[in-house]
């Protein structure tokens, strides 16, 4: 048989992508990601559907995507071109006729979205690619020219797993909308147990990984956990029994454990939740049940998170591709922290399967090691946090201090969760933790008031079910020490004998940090420890590039922006113009942005001019035009609270249906407060607890010290943070003045502002120098 004669211009690269192995949430983000960047790039975007099989079997499961083909698919769960088990690509029969399918298509880039095996076999077909081309060549199936034109075959990994069980990276795609599942169930199953008085077994995915158990166990409070990587000691049904009869003997009326399906004991002998259940029916005599979440872990649609994340990651590999030499090592996209980074996928492989091989050896220790720091933090938090009263980790009573904990600002998701944190690691340490109820106008207006003032000595049970509570339990005040009297603010601190501060909140919080420290050269009771977590929706607090409560504002703003999507999409040619708060920072709209697919994004950072208007709306006509027979026809934009003066979201609205002449619909929405109320997200619980016991942990370590040389250190006074793939914490003094931009109550870098092209690029969004200035139409 001929070789068939592909011609690939040498300008126009073709770039495949496909999902195999388990599907996960935030595929479909991925995947619409490298279509679009790709053509953007001046390159040819093809999908291969069913995974690997479709890569074996070729034909029209290898097909071009074109721009229009992936519009809505960021708001849908799975996989939409589909994942399939290839036993045939496991053998190199199969994948020689995988690599004539992609030669036959002029293919010669692969972005494969999939966990560990789909990756492993990646690599292997990139290694074997040469000798699969001779053969090839040999056997008549492509000429020789084909052979040289296709001697390179550039492999980039994209990691899609509920389970987040690959190495080097903080998060796979899909992960955290699988916890938002388990933390959507147990909080559920919470209510019930608690009127009941019950004890719940709750079984959680993860074979060989228990990070979905983990952070279900720091994120709904569980009583204990078993993961693979970290069994329980041998004389665990004591320790277990021992642990929750003390909560119970405490008042605690409800009992949750979380089973990793793959857990086992020091001798990897199974413990399943029924082991669980008998033993806590029959030593305990608690009315036990048990609960398999199944696959209901693994479908619905992607939180905010995992289609950001799946989005900047999809932008990120085709970059690596087109970066990509043929000397270059197979990358995967990986996630530290809070910056997308590219890390050798053959390495990370190796550490993957590392951590069962460890797990098999009995080497607990050098499986949690594998599974990476951030891994091993949540597991040291949980630890420290879950029990009512640990004497092995009390400090010397010397070193106790008494450490007030204050909200200041607007209220956020994951403040309760924070201070949940913070008071159980106190009381593990021999620490008092004291409550100032409503701010500093309650420090000092009602600290005094009878029966109950608003400075509380807090105990475990208090705070025991907070963790999924959203808004302030303790009460948040916009109000700065500075109106209600620095004097009077010293005087309560003396009276109440703080040895430290941990304050949660926002810009407000901030402020008030900047306030007493500036007070200390005249008030020695501020010569203590301070440290500030931020929480804001906003995320506009100097120092760090996340705040606790973020993410459940995206997730708010982002289900209720799919809802006014499907309405326009009903109503076939109809846009909506959302309005998001924020302040003067534009991260809600730009990431909210990122992850609904937007038409565009108004910032106060970039503001909104007659010119941009003009060409916004000649792009919206230009895309209703071509719409005809298609589906999905609703489309969004979003307006930040404080973009323009004077065009308002109305205004803006309004524009755009007076120069629509009738063609399309226009209309505005605002979901207000809706923004920041409601349950705390999954990762802002977990990151609220981490970041908490770090901020304890760093007033520690000034334990002992005098107040002159409280004073003398510049980091007695900080910000926690997570800059790029870091937590760091910031002196105030240096981010008043180098990194605070007072005037807009923001930083002077906002790291997001880099998505903002990545939001105009996917959206198809004309530039500026491409239009007419006059008419706003594309020249």
Not at 47 to 71: F, K, N, S
Not at 431 to 459: E, W
Not at 541 to 568: F, H, M, R
Request: aromatic share 6%; glycine share 10%; proline share 4%.
């Amino acid at each position: 048989m001929a070789p068939l004669t592909i011609e690939v211009s040498a300008q126009k690269k073709r770039i495949a992508v496909m999902t195999s192995g388990g599907d996960s949430p935030g595929m479909n983000g991925a995947v619409r990601a490298v279509v679009r960047t790709a053509i953007d790039r001046g390159c040819e975007a093809y999908c291969v559907y069913e995974g690997y099989q479709g890569l074996v079997e070729g034909g029209d499961l290898i097909r071009q995507a074109h721009w229009e083909d992936v519009r809505g698919w960021l708001s849908e769960g799975g996989t939409l071109i589909g994942t399939a088990r290839c036993k045939a690509f496991t053998e190199r029969p199969g994948r020689l006729q995988a690599a004539k399918n992609m030669i036959e298509k002029g293919i010669n880039a692969l972005v494969i979205c999939g966990g560990d095996g789909s990756l492993t076999g990646a690599d292997t077909f990139r290694g074997e690619w040469p000798g699969l081309l001779e053969e090839l060549a040999k056997n008549g199936d492509i000429s020789t020219a084909q052979q040289k034109d296709f001697q390179y075959l550039n492999i980039v990994g994209i990691v899609g797993s509920i389970d987040n069980d690959f190495a080097d990276t903080d998060a796979t795609i899909g992960c955290y909308s699988s916890l938002g599942r388990i933390c959507e169930a147990v909080d559920y199953i919470d209510a019930t147990a608690f009127s009941h008085q019950r004890a719940f077994v709750i079984e959680v995915m993860g074979r060989h990984c228990g990070w979905l158990a983990l952070m279900a166990g720091v994120s709904t409070g569980a009583d204990f956990i078993f993961i693979p990587e970290s069994p329980p000691s041998r004389d665990w049904e004591d320790q277990m029994c021992d642990i929750i009869s003390r909560h119970r003997k405490l008042g605690k009326r409800k009992t949750i454990v979380i089973v990793a399906e793959g857990a086992h004991d020091l001798d990897l002998n199974k413990i399943s939740p029924t082991d669980v259940l008998n033993l806590l029916s029959t030593k305990l005599k608690l009315d036990t049940r048990i609960t398999t979440l199944g696959h209901v872990q693994r479908g619905g649609h992607a939180c905010a998170y995992d289609r950001q994340m799946s989005t900047l990651q999809g932008v990120e590999a085709v970059n690596a591709v087109l970066d990509a030499t043929p000397e270059t090592p197979s990358k995967f996209i990986a996630i530290i922290e809070n910056k997308i980074v590219r890390n050798p996928l053959v390495e990370a492989v190796k550490a993957t399967q590392g951590v069962g091989e460890a797990i098999k050896a009995k080497d607990y220790e050098g499986a949690l090691g594998l599974r990476g720091s951030e891994f091993l933090e949540y597991h040291k938090a949980y630890m420290m946090t879950t029990a009512s009263d640990q004497p092995a980790l009390r400090l010397p009573k010397e070193t106790h201090m008494n450490i007030g904990i204050i909200h200041v600002g607007a209220p956020a998701g994951g403040m309760n969760s924070a201070t949940r944190a913070a008071v159980a690691y106190c009381l593990s340490r021999g620490h008092t933790p004291i409550a100032i109820h409503n701010g500093f106008p309650g420090l000092v207006r009602h600290h005094a008031d009878k029966p109950l003032g608003s400075i509380r000595y807090v105990q475990w049970l208090d705070v025991e079910g907070w963790i999924s509570k959203g808004g302030s339990e303790i009460g948040t005040n916009r109000d700065l020490p500075s109106k209600v009297g620095m004097g009077e603010t010293a005087d309560c601190f003396n009276i109440y004998k703080f040895d430290a501060l941990f304050m949660i909140g926002g810009f407000e919080a901030f402020t008030a940090l900047s306030e007493l420290r500036t007070a200390r050269r005249d008030y020695p009771a501020f010569r203590i420890p301070m440290m500030l977590l931020p929480a804001t929706i906003s995320n506009n607090v100097p120092g760090t590039e996340y705040s606790i409560g973020s993410d459940t504002c995206l997730n708010a703003l982002t289900s209720y922006c799919d809802a006014i999507k499907q309405s326009a999409s009903a109503s076939r040619r109809r846009i909506f113009v959302v309005e998001t708060q924020g302040g003067r920072s534009g991260y809600v709209a730009t990431m909210a942005a990122l992850g609904i697919g937007a038409v565009a994004v108004y910032t106060p950072e970039e503001g909104i001019n007659i010119q941009m208007l003009a060409r916004d709306i000649e792009h919206l006509k230009e895309s209703f035009a071509k719409d005809k027979g298609q589906t999905r026809a609703g489309k969004l934009i979003l307006c930040s609270e404080h973009a323009s003066e004077t065009y308002t979201t109305q205004v803006v609205a309004d524009m755009i249906r007076e120069e629509s002449r009738g063609r399309f619909e226009s209309r505005f929405a605002i979901p207000g407060h809706v923004q920041q109320g409601g349950t705390p997200s999954p990762m802002d619980r977990v990151r609220a607890v981490r970041l908490a016991v770090k901020c304890i942990e760093a007033i520690e370590q000034h334990a002992g010290k005098s107040k002159d040389e409280i004073m003398e250190d510049d980091l007695s006074m900080a910000v926690i943070g997570i800059e790029g793939a870091s937590v760091v914490f910031g002196a105030m003094e240096r981010l008043e003045r180098e990194e605070t931009d007072w005037k807009h109550r923001r930083p002077n870098h906002e790291s997001w502002l880099q998505y903002k092209d990545i939001v105009n690029t996917l959206s198809g969004r004309p530039k500026p120098e491409d239009c007419c200035v006059a008419c706003g139409k594309m020249r």
